[in-house]
């Protein structure tokens, strides 16, 4: 890949058009008289969990969710979190639910996300989701990779054929990412940090993607020039600013492509979460979904 001049990856912007179009397909769903209905369990008082609940309640609420935010203390026992996961899967006026995590010490998250109604896990983490993405059946997915593989499609940077790895191997980011890319005929690698010669392998891709929680991990020696390069990772550094898991300063005159952080990755998990329950809305009321995402 010839050396290119860097390209910043506008995940702000490029939500911001995903979240217009679900607002479209919102409407035309309360139009047939189905208002979507999103609800949030916050468990505990973490306060990051407290920010990321309020930007998905208003965002779900500006595209015309019908939003119902559960809020639980820490001393939640449970079986009483099981039982209000419960009510919520039977009740129809509701058709995604998000559990935020992590939830508080003593609170296994497993088999509260096992509850879930596969067809309401809007954060795809239940077996039946996992299994579906692997197999590629069309369940729901996970929202920050497939964030990630939007991000990518909106910006024309073809993924078929390419070389891809991924740093990280989380059942939230790295493993349904991997299965994403796979599915649109990338090679894959998965790598992690057993992996011998992270810097080797990471200079072999075409797309890197950055996903571990570890501030700067990614230096200018990783990359192939002109490689797209997608960091998920964000870290608060000991001044209090943002920084992901590539050195950004570094790498951005090598990359091709690259994603800022703030303003990258993260906006778009928020609206694919709410493409994500506007699907699941349409498919639990038997109305034709239209368009992607």
């Known amino acids: 890949m010839e050396m290119t001049a860097s390209r910043i990856l506008d995940g702000r912007a490029v939500a911001h058009a995903v979240r217009a179009e679900v607002a479209e397909r ?36 500006e595209a015309g969710f019908a939003v119902r935010t559960l809020r639980l203390p820490a001393t939640t026992p449970q079986a009483e979190l099981e039982a209000r996961v419960t009510e919520l899967n039977r009740d129809r006026a509701v058709h995604g639910i998000l559990v935020q995590l992590p939830l508080p010490r003593g609170l296994a998250a497993e088999p509260v996300l096992e509850l879930l109604d596969p067809a309401k896990d809007v954060d795809g983490l239940t077996a039946h989701n996992v299994a579906a993405l692997w197999r590629g059946e069309g369940g729901l997915v996970p929202c920050t990779p497939a964030g990630c593989i939007e991000l990518l499609d909106r910006h024309g940077l073809g993924i078929e054929g390419k070389r891809a790895v991924v ?15 796979l599915a649109r005929n990338a090679t894959v690698t998965l790598a992690h940090s057993k992996t011998r010669d992270l810097a080797a392998v990471a200079r072999e891709a075409e797309i890197l993607v950055a996903a571990v929680g570890r501030a700067k991990l990614v ?75």
């Not at 047939?32 to 208003?58: F, I, W």
């Not at 740093?167 to 890319?181: E, W």
């Open 219 to 293: 230096r200018a020696s990783w990359v192939k020039p002109g490689a797209v390069v997608l960091d998920v990772g964000i870290n608060r550094l000991e001044d209090g600013r943002l920084c992901g898991d590539v050195d950004f300063h570094e790498v951005a005159p090598i990359a091709g492509a690259i994603t800022p952080v703030p303003g990258g990755i993260g906006p778009m998990t928020i609206a694919m979460l709410l493409a994500n329950t506007a699907r699941a809305a349409a498919r639990a009321t038997g109305l034709a979904e239209r368009g992607s995402p």
């Open 167 to 181: 740093i990280g191997r989380s059942q939230l980011v790295g493993k349904p990412l991997a299965a994403l890319l």
């Open 26 to 61: 919102v409407k035309a769903l309360r139009a047939r008289g189905v208002v979507p209905g999103l609800a949030v369990v916050l468990v505990g008082d973490d306060p990051a969990s407290q920010v990321y609940v309020k930007n998905k309640d208003k965002a779900a609420a």
